[in-house]
């Protein structure tokens, strides 16, 4: 099946830094989405993005299907930034999640 | 609400006894998905209804576990005889073909003594 691999596992930061966060996926999807969980285990929506870029506020996320990764930005970090980051690869409408990465951001 | 419920937000129950988990999913959505989130594991599909065909079962774990959707909304996941290594958080997520992604609930944080 499809594996979904995603780096660093762990990421510190100080408030105000930007930082990259990277998915690979190991075969053709017909979608991925980007998702952050809160300290308090909620799931939030961040991009459903088959391809190209998307921006929302200080997050933006880019997807080249072709070379199978994706990549979410975080830029200004805030301490409400914390968490784990999910990447999921969407396979005949199941979510292949990765690893995550967690978050931590300091003021 | 707006979005997807689950209930009980915890469940706490003894090695050997059944359990069933709610989830509400967002009004219209017609996509339903249920997932587990344990600390060896991590995320994994246990199983998702589409309308009225029939539900794609190829995650679940065990003949232990089965699910149930009625009348096109609201879905119960049922254990039976639990065991340890099923203690877990499980989530529900529903989905439109009008808007795009999968939505979660909160989740239901199931631990079997």
């Known amino acids: 099946g499809i594996q979904v691999e995603q780096s660093p596992p762990d990421l510190i930061l100080q408030e105000g830094a930007n930082s990259t966060l990277r998915c690979n996926f190991s075969?053709?999807?017909?979608?991925l989405q980007w998702f952050h969980q809160n300290p308090w285990g909620q799931l939030i929506n961040l991009f459903y993005?088959?391809?190209g870029t998307k921006q929302n506020g200080r997050l933006s996320a880019t997807t080249v299907a072709t070379e199978r990764y994706s990549l979410l930005y975080i830029s200004s970090s805030q301490t409400t930034d914390s968490g784990v980051y999910f990447c999921?690869?969407?396979?005949?409408?199941?979510?292949?999640f990765g690893t995550g990465t967690r978050l931590q951001v300091f003021p | 609400g707006a979005g997807v419920s689950q209930s009980p937000s915890n469940k706490v129950t003894e090695k050997g006894k059944d359990v069933e988990l709610r989830c509400d999913p967002i009004?219209?959505?017609?996509?339903l998905y249920w997932y587990r989130q344990s600390l060896g594991q991590g995320l994994e599909f246990l199983i998702y209804?589409?309308?009225?065909?029939?539900?794609?079962k190829s995650g679940l774990p065990s003949d232990r576990f089965s699910a149930e959707r009625t009348g096109g909304s609201v879905s119960t996941l049922t254990i039976q005889r639990t065991q340890q290594e099923d203690s877990a958080v499980y989530l529900c997520?529903?989905?439109?073909?009008?808007?795009?992604?999968?939505?979660f609930g909160p989740g239901t944080r199931l631990t079997v003594l």
């Open positions: 997520a529903s989905s439109s073909k009008r808007v795009y992604g999968q939505f």
């Open positions: 075969d053709s999807v017909n979608n």
């Open positions: 993005i088959p391809s």
């Open positions: 999921a690869a969407v396979n005949t409408d199941k979510l292949i």
């Open positions: 009004s219209g959505h017609t996509a």
């Open positions: 209804f589409q309308g009225n065909s029939a539900p794609d």
